[in-house]
């Protein structure tokens, strides 16, 4: 089994071609390191998520440098694991070497679901979205498409659940799939004959993506529940071309062009070696050809379409740099215990607030979140413009006259004006 | 056949140039692996270390002065604000007011290993739970395996009310 990598090609530059092995290697040990730290900072709670990963990148040393070498080195490793494919494919690895070609594809296919778990991780508004679009092409898969979501989802609608499968999945499931397939394609066949020049080009590489890295720190969105309407959500690299292949294909097909003919490529990439000797060449190359064709048109698209927003993506990144520059709030944590008895010692909700109001600004005024929708708290509402106790009393009766919307509604039929009087001068009140 | 020994000698060169060239490409993958495990090792050292939260310098109210009379220590509860990393929480102490010794406050956590003591109605004394250290009424040793007497926390009056600073130690001892 011990053939060497390369023994038909040893001149110059071919025997660097061979090198996308340890490259990919190195990045993986990376993703490994990386993710284990952030892991010691990181909660995988819609309340927590946002706030845990700005503590990393605004107060922890190294935490930018650190979650940006996570963030850049998933999209490198996507890339060089795609062009290790594409290198063993030229290599007709599918023929004589078949573990180390399907552990490859397998590798892409893991590479690129780790991502896409991990993506949704920090729980930004880029976050969210892209929780929005897999539950989408779930949703279209044909004959399971109902239940796909369901289970991906884990419940109705995203939630902290959903979130929770999504880190479990990225840092329990995929890492020991992807141990896995190293354990298996290594014991199968190893060969050393090119490992100084593997660890030379992983080396490299490395310490180009640091550079890259110290320049660059990873992107991190607004808050789910503090964007803007107007927010223009982007994927990161390795996902542009899906990004930009959905604007195209009409509704359910988005599913069909997202997952299943993606899902389908990989399957046949892996049995290829298992396919008649004179088809694999043909069938293998299509593939790969019309992957190439597709991933590199549409983020080629997808940069290009995003001339006509750069307005507003500029406006975003402006907006991102100076959120870096503010200092770090710290999130305040209260057992319910706790805030009865603070709420005692600021006198406690009138009666009428504890039946209707509290569900959605909570016990406190604190606000409070059901499902995707953040109910705002009211801590410090006074400090606002048009929140005196009459602005208030005139809300509840008519809330649209205040610019606010549904799920906030007028209370005119359930209280009575000295009701709601009682409930404003609380309201008023209540501070941070 | 007749190059044979010249080619031999220039093969045993060449091996021996390849076998020192081998020998120091062969440290080539352990370097490589070791500058990717210091750079992140270095940044994984201070991306680890601990953060000291800085003390509370906040003062919170324990009760107004009017209500704190008797002879003996008053039990009280202040509910301290306490920052620990990305979060703020807010934490409930115990603490005795003693009356008799101008106001006095006391943390209630035993020097020794961290029990809380409580007030002992009948022998007039403070008892530790869990090693059997007592203290008098105004906080001294009386026996027992603590180091001292309980620790006082800083108070001041302001408006009528009796406040107090809550402080946590380096080495998790309350107060300075």
Redesign the interface.
């Known amino acids: 089994m011990n053939t060497p990598v390369s023994n038909h090609r040893s001149n110059g530059l071919s025997v660097w071609l061979q090198t996308t092995g340890g490259v990919v290697g190195v990045l993986l040990l990376v993703q490994f390191l990386t993710g284990i730290l952030l892991a010691f900072y990181y909660v995988p709670s819609v309340d927590h998520a946002h706030t845990t990963v700005s503590y990393i990148e605004k107060v922890v040393s190294s935490g930018s440098w650190l979650r940006s070498l996570h963030h850049y080195g998933s999209q490198w490793l996507a890339l060089f694991v795609f062009l290790h494919v594409v290198r063993l494919f030229f290599d007709k690895s599918y023929g004589d070497r078949r573990i180390g070609w399907v552990a490859a594809v397998v590798m892409l296919g893991l590479v690129m679901a780790a991502a896409g778990t991990g993506y949704t991780l920090p729980w930004d508004a880029r976050a969210f979205f892209s929780a929005r679009v897999a539950e989408g092409l779930m949703s279209g898969l044909p004959f399971v498409g109902r239940n796909a979501r369901f289970w991906v989802l884990g419940g109705n609608e995203i939630s902290t659940i959903t979130l929770s499968r999504f880190f479990a999945v990225h840092v329990l499931i995929m890492p020991f799939a992807i141990i896995g397939v190293i354990v298996w394609r290594f014991r199968s066949c190893v060969s050393w004959a090119n490992l100084n020049r593997n660890t030379i080009a992983g080396g490299v590489v490395f310490v180009a993506l640091a550079i890259w890295c110290a320049k660059f720190p990873a992107p991190l969105g607004p808050p789910v529940e503090a964007m803007t309407a107007d927010y223009l959500p982007r994927p990161g690299a390795q996902f542009l071309w899906l990004y930009q292949l959905l604007k195209y294909v009409p509704g359910g097909l988005g599913s069909i062009a997202g997952v299943v003919l993606p899902g389908l490529a990989v399957g046949i990439l892996v049995v290829l070696p298992w396919l008649g000797a004179r088809m694999r060449k043909p069938i293998g190359g299509a593939v790969l050809a019309g992957l190439v064709l597709t991933v590199t048109t549409m983020t080629f698209f997808a940069y290009m379409s995003d001339l006509h927003t750069r307005e507003q993506l500029a406006r975003q990144a402006t907006e991102e740099t100076k959120w870096r520059t503010e200092p770090f709030n710290p999130q305040l944590l209260q057992s319910a215990q706790r805030e009865s008895q603070t709420s005692g010692s600021t006198g406690g909700p009138p009666e009428m607030y504890q039946k209707f109001c509290v569900n959605c600004h909570g016990p406190r005024g604190e606000g409070a979140q059901q499902g995707t929708l953040r109910f705002p708290p009211l801590l410090d509402v006074a400090a606002k413009p048009r929140r005196t106790t009459e602005d208030i009393v005139a809300l509840l009766k008519d809330p649209t006259a205040y610019g606010l919307q549904p799920p906030m509604r007028s209370f005119s039929d359930k209280l009575t004006e000295e009701q709601m009087r009682e409930i404003a001068a609380w309201v008023v009140q209540l501070k941070r | 056949m007749r190059y044979e020994p010249r080619i031999t000698q220039m093969n045993t060169h060449t091996d021996q140039i390849s076998k020192s060239r081998r020998s120091f490409?062969g440290l080539?993958?352990l370097?490589?692996?070791a500058?990717?495990?210091a750079?992140?090792g270095g940044?994984?050292f201070?991306?680890?270390?601990p953060?000291l939260s800085a003390p509370s310098e906040q003062w919170l109210d324990v009760a107004a002065l009017s209500e704190l009379q008797g002879p003996q220590p008053l039990a009280k509860k202040i509910?301290a604000e306490q920052?620990s990393?990305?979060?703020?929480?807010?934490d409930?102490h115990n603490i005795f007011v003693l009356p008799q010794k101008n106001n006095q406050v006391l943390s209630t956590i035993c020097p020794h290993a961290g029990c809380e003591v409580s007030w002992e109605q009948s022998t007039n004394r403070f008892a530790c739970p869990c090693h059997d250290s007592y203290f008098t009424a105004d906080g001294s040793r009386i026996s027992g395996p603590s180091p001292r007497g309980l620790d006082a926390l800083p108070t001041r009056v302001q408006d009528g009310k009796l406040q107090v600073q809550y402080r946590v130690k380096e080495d998790g001892e309350t107060h300075a």
Do not use: M, Q
């Not at chain 2, 201070?46 to 270390?49: A, G, I, Q, S, V």
């Not at chain 2, 990393?85 to 807010?90: D, P, Y």
């Open positions: 490409l080539l993958p370097g490589v692996l500058g990717v495990f750079s992140i940044a994984a201070r991306f680890l270390r953060r509910v920052i990393g990305w979060a703020v929480t807010t409930e």
